[in-house]
């Protein structure tokens, strides 16, 4: 899966939201792994917005957040959630229905 890339337009724009709580070891690998996994096989546009639920409690409501650290992907449709550290790059952009060229 290496050096396959994915390029998306500004209509359908890439928008993925990680949840985490505090920085918890969990939370800080989440966080890692995620970067890295845009900056090898994201191109712009997308946006990357991260969420600690300590300091932004009313989130989890909001978002119906159960566990953490979750990774939900709002835009293009359909809505995708995974729930981890995301470690295999493979298995994320495979679960959030992320077509890789």
Known sequence: MKNKTVKFD??????????????????IEAIENIKKLCKEYLHDPFEL???????????????????????????????????????DAEKVIKGLGIPIN
């Open 49 to 87: 917005i991260i969420t600690d639920l300590y300091k932004n409690p009313e989130a989890a409501v909001e978002h119906q957040i159960i566990f953490s650290p979750s990774l939900i992907k709002t835009s293009p449709p359909p809505k995708k959630l995974l729930i981890g550290t995301f470690k």
């Open 10 to 27: 500004l209509e359908n724009k890439l928008v993925l939201h990680l949840y985490v709580s505090g920085m918890s070891p969990k939370s």
